[in-house]
């Protein structure tokens, strides 16, 4: 974990955004998710890219590298004036999808990387994979209109399905990995509250879209706890809780993958990934298994053909300044990317 990471931890902001209570709406189920969907969400905005991936055309098809690293790249808050250490411009943003891009990168998510699947990469061109932490309305907000609703085009998603009608290739894989009891709007990318107008009974229908959309559901705890500073039995309850409210989204999903708050390890390591919390009122025990836990900071990760790969540490190329340019240029100059 970077110093910087952990000076943030302090931050005012972020500890607004994530110390709500959990939410008993999002043990209900998703019957009311599913009545309505959006024009957008259903039909042609929710394209993969236009045609097939074609040949990279700034650095050409490379050599195969399948024990190189990959460049996970962690992302919050999409929006706002100026980037900051949990929040990047739509401009900026922006920017980043078409450098990935021309650099012969490709979307993946972190189960595909498990799985050895790089079957969404073209030959002579390498991963990429983009986390979003926190779910946050400005990843994914919806617009409404005369009752029909939309994906906002300025909101992370709706920035994304445009960026992939004009970039062949570009599907939609990325792990979200989300919030069901935060606050500030961290929750399920909206709250009880119509944070940025974003109302409670399209939480689980955002959750849904994502996974029927190809995407990752990521457990990141019920509130943002710091898990380094709770006993064991909170740890499970924060980590199982959430992985119940994305249940109660997509029944039956099998979470892979927990990123770590602030990059901070439970007291017990093993909790991060493997754990059980019985509900008090009901008796029933609620376990969970994990295959991947998500560092928050450490630069590019390792290949999963790397006999030193550990999906139990994921490393991260956290979205601050030109920290995600930087990192690629140095994959480049060293030729140590992963290539399909």
Same mark, same amino acid.
């Given at each position: 974990m970077t110093f910087r990471t952990v000076?943030?931890?302090?931050?005012?902001?972020?500890?607004?955004?994530?110390? +709500?209570?959990?939410?008993?709406?999002?043990?209900?189920?998703?019957a009311t998710a599913a009545k309505t969907t959006p024009d957008s969400a259903a039909g042609?905005?929710?394209? %993969? +890219?236009? !045609?097939?991936?074609?040949?990279?055309?700034? $650095?050409?098809?490379? &050599?195969?590298?399948?024990? +190189?690293?990959?460049?996970?790249?962690e992302y919050h808050v999409i929006g706002g004036e100026k980037n900051g250490m949990y929040s990047r411009t739509?401009?900026?943003?922006?920017?980043?999808?078409?450098?990935?891009?021309?650099? !012969?990168?490709? &979307?993946?998510?972190?189960?595909?990387?498990?799985?050895?699947?790089?079957?969404?990469? &073209?030959? !002579?061109?390498s991963p990429v994979v983009f986390v979003f932490d926190d779910a946050s309305p400005e990843q994914f907000r919806y617009v409404e209109n005369n009752g029909q609703l939309a994906i906002d085009p300025t909101s992370g998603m709706g920035i994304w399905q445009d960026f992939a009608k004009t970039h062949p290739g570009w599907k939609n894989r990325a792990t979200f990995c989300m919030l069901n009891g935060g606050a500030a709007g961290h929750n399920f990318f909206g709250d009880a509250t119509k944070f940025e107008g974003q109302k409670k009974e399209w939480r689980f229908q955002k959750v849904k879209w994502l996974a029927d959309q190809g995407f990752e559901l990521c457990d990141h705890t019920l509130w943002h706890m710091q898990l380094s500073k709770y006993p064991d039995a909170a740890v499970q309850e924060q980590i199982a809780r959430n992985q119940m409210g994305i249940d109660s989204a997509v029944p039956g999903y099998k979470i892979r993958t927990l990123a770590l708050p602030y990059g901070l390890w439970p007291k017990n390591r093993e909790l991060a990934w493997k754990g059980s919390w019985t509900d008090p009122k009901t008796g029933q025990a609620h376990p969970y298994n994990f295959e991947a836990v998500l560092e928050v900071s450490g630069g590019p990760t390792k290949s999963p053909y790397d006999p030193a790969?550990? &999906? $139990?540490?994921?490393?991260?190329? %956290?979205?601050?300044?030109?920290d995600i340019s930087k990192t690629l240029d140095a994959l480049d100059k060293n030729k140590t990317r992963f290539v399909k």
């Open positions: 000076i943030s931890v302090t931050l005012v902001a972020i500890a607004a955004a994530c110390g +709500g209570k959990a939410d008993s709406a999002n043990t209900k189920g998703a042609a905005v929710a394209t %993969e +890219g236009a !045609g097939s991936a074609t040949a990279d055309t700034t $650095h050409g098809a490379l &050599p195969a590298n399948h024990n +190189g690293k990959i460049p996970v790249l739509a401009a900026s943003f922006k920017a980043d999808l078409e450098d990935v891009y021309k650099r !012969g990168y490709r &979307p993946i998510t972190i189960a595909q990387m498990l799985d050895k699947n790089f079957a969404d990469v &073209p030959a !002579g061109m790969f550990n &999906p $139990h540490s994921i490393t991260r190329i %956290e979205a601050i300044g030109s």
